[in-house]
């Protein structure tokens, strides 16, 4: 009798628990590529790399309504290609620095986001998602950023910080913030390519397992692709994201624009 009670009280718990699971997310282990400011002619001479590699990539343009008509004409081709364009400000206006300099909040919105979603929107584009200017950013800022304006915004981290007499330092796999996990969350970080960090391939390459392994998209940012080595620390290697893009694919992970991250 006590065997048969165990035998039901078991098979019971296992039902429940069953049910209780949650339903297995569609969602596939991936990364998306961001690139910050306004080198459109530079981007463009990536659409072969990120072609061969079936890579979608988030361009966040800043300074909109002083692109020429052919930069436009590049940012539509880019969209054409299953890119985004996302929206970075209209005169990359770094909100804690406007705000201890005097600056009021309402002209932070009018000047450096409804502007440039404005000139957006002249050009026929709809940005609905935000790359933070300089990595600033307020929790109250954030809020009507995304009641008013963006689904989703993106802030920078990096494995490498240079401040005065010292360099801090952390691993790829540490930082938690640049993974997206589809949890519905609207604030993301991406960690920063360029020069600056230093980063390698084999650094990289933890960060995709990371993401494989835990079913997360591994976010990263860059400013100036170098088709040709160089010094320029604000400006990443092309190799490297070739390198990177071989390993991704490699690993079977999915390449998200920003905007998918938080598609319903
Ligand atoms: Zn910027």
Known sequence: MKKLFFLL???LTAFLLGCNQAPKRPHAAGIALTFDDRYVEEWTQLRPL???????ATFYVTQFDS??????????????????????????????DWLRGGGALDDFFKLEIEAEVHSMNKAGFRPVTFAH???????????????????LLRDVSMTERHLPFITLRQPIFAIDDIYY??????????LLIDQYTHLTNAQLKDGLIRAKNTNSVLILLGHRPLFTPSEEPYAFSVQLLEKL??????????????????KK
């Not at 890119?83 to 909100?95: F, L, T």
């Not at 200017?133 to 689904?151: E, P, S």
């Open 9 to 11: 009280f078991g098979g």
């Open 50 to 56: 990120l072609k061969k590699y079936g890579a979608k």
């Open 67 to 96: 692109l020429s008509p052919n930069e436009i004409r590049l940012l539509h081709e880019l969209v054409k290609d299953g890119h985004e364009i996302g929206a970075h400000g209209a005169a990359h206006i770094r909100v804690l």
């Open 133 to 151: 200017v300089g990595g600033q950013q307020t929790w109250w800022t954030d809020r009507r950023l995304l009641r008013d304006y963006f689904q």
């Open 181 to 190: 996990q589809f949890d519905g969350s609207q604030k993301v970080h991406a």
């Open 245 to 262: 893009l071989q390993d991704a694919q490699r690993m079977g992970l999915k390449s998200y624009t920003m905007a998918e991250l938080v």
